[in-house]
């Protein structure tokens, strides 16, 4: 049996191992350390905003820059406060689609919310109400699937500031000042019409979550979650109410759904680095924000934790190691990130400049945080080319929104192709 590596690692494996080690010694990401990897819909994000119809789209320049430095993914907050009392207007909707036609640009994928008010002050002037609610949902839904192909997430927002649902419009809250449950179902589910599967959704806090939904109601199961309060208090600022019990629930509710956010302030010693470490791990999470809190985000510098962060937000496929036998060529991947993929990818192989073919049976969404797993490529040899291209037709045939194995100094080329080659029996 021949083992099989990366081919650029190939020579280094060869240098320092002999022929026998070469065949049973897996590749290890390790040497490396927590290199950096740019892979579409992880990491952390850059956050922007739109206001009016007369601001300019996100530069593809700067999204360019910021993907350079690592970030695949733009939280794209649009802001509806002309909107209080009317209609969406067609120029809005239209600089929608510009902003979205510009991340497609860039290489990069949307977070994205709406939102009416900045501000927790007077809901009921600076927010609207439920019924305008949902027709600003039915204008927005053919822009959302227009280019659904660059739809990370879209959080639930529309209610309160910031469209974190908190500090909400009356028509959205009960006497006691709680959320009234009946209302926001109705926006939920509106949203679920109007976003495309398989775009998952967002909402605030597990209970949220809980309202909206009950056990097994269909739509649940397209619905995650984002903390933007992550590590800044006991109970991340009344993101939780009962902590202890809310996080069991949520360590499992995020291994197959979308968790993410930002912190908001530091609060020693829980918003350290290993610890942040532990709840990163512990509740899968997909990104964070790069900017906020930088307080924060400084300390891990400080201590040495925010490479790790940083290399382990979302999926981190490595190799460890290939092998051909009678029967194929194996590939044992592992998965070094804190989350699984969040959306599902074919696995596509192919003798160099041949015809392409799908491994049968194997979901990208399988490879769970440290899980090996070993997919066997039918009657083929090294060298051979994989992919791990994006789903969607626009983007299946750019690099730049393909996943990539992890390994270093693995060539890609434009369409997404990694070569995998022998090494020195």
């Given at each position: 049996m021949k083992r099989l590596v990366p081919a650029l690692i190939a020579p280094l494996i060869a240098t320092l191992c002999s022929c026998d080690e070469a065949k049973t010694t897996p590749v290890e990401n390790a040497a490396a350390g927590w290199a950096p990897i740019t892979d579409p819909g992880r990491g952390f994000y850059r956050h922007t905003e739109r206001r009016s119809a007369a601001d300019a789209p996100p530069s593809v320049e700067t999204m360019r820059t910021w993907r350079a430095d690592g970030a695949t993914l733009v939280l794209r907050v649009f802001y509806l406060g002309?909107?209080?009392?009317?209609?969406?207007?067609?120029?809005?909707?239209?600089?929608?689609?510009?902003?979205?036609?510009?991340?497609?640009?860039?290489?990069?994928k949307a977070i994205v919310r709406f939102a009416y008010s900045p501000s927790m002050d007077a809901p009921e002037e600076h927010q609207a109400g439920a019924e305008l609610v949902l027709r600003h949902i039915s204008q927005l839904a053919p822009v959302l699937a227009a280019d659904s192909d660059v739809l990370h997430c879209v959080q639930a927002g529309f209610l309160g500031a910031w469209g974190e649902w908190h500090s909400v419009h009356p028509d959205f809250r009960e006497n006691d000042g709680s959320l009234a449950p009946e209302p926001c179902r109705r926006i939920i589910h509106a949203l679920l019409e109007a976003v495309p599967a398989p775009v998952f959704l967002q909402v605030r806090t597990p209970r949220q979550k809980w309202m909206l939904f009950d056990s097994g109601a269909p739509g649940a199961g397209r619905v995650g979650q984002h903390n933007d309060c992550f590590l800044?208090?006991?109970?991340?600022?009344?993101?939780?109410?009962?902590?202890?019990?809310?996080?069991?629930?949520l360590e499992t509710e995020t291994e197959s759904l979308p968790m993410g956010g930002e912190t908001c302030g530091v609060s020693l010693p829980r918003s350290a680095g290993e610890s942040a470490l532990r709840e990163l791990a512990r509740f899968h999470y997909n990104y964070l924000n790069a900017d906020y809190h930088p307080a924060v985000l400084g300390s891990w510098k400080d201590d040495g934790t925010y490479q790790e962060i940083a290399a382990r937000l979302g999926h981190r496929i490595r190799l460890l190691e290939a092998a051909t036998s009678g029967t194929g060529l194996h590939l044992t991947l592992r998965n070094d990130g804190f989350a699984a993929p969040l959306y599902d990818r074919t696995l596509e192989y192919r003798k160099p400049g041949g015809k392409s073919?799908?491994?049968?049976?194997?979901?990208?969404?399988?490879?769970?945080?440290?899980?090996e797993r070993t997919i066997t490529l039918p009657d083929v040899s090294?060298?051979?080319?994989?992919?791990?291209?994006?789903?969607?037709?626009r983007l299946k045939e750019r690099a730049d929104y393909a996943l990539r194995l992890a390994n270093p100094d693995v060539p890609i080329d434009s369409a997404g192709w990694q070569t995998i080659e022998t090494t020195t029996p």
């Open positions: 002309e909107f209080t009392r009317s209609d969406i207007a067609e120029e809005y909707l239209k600089a929608i689609g510009d902003d979205f036609k510009a991340v497609r640009e860039a290489g990069m800044a208090s006991p109970d991340d600022v009344g993101t939780y109410q009962d902590p202890d019990g809310e996080k069991l629930w073919l799908t491994a049968d049976g194997f979901t990208v969404r399988s490879l769970k945080p440290g899980i090294a060298p051979v080319e994989i992919r791990f291209p994006d789903p969607h037709p």
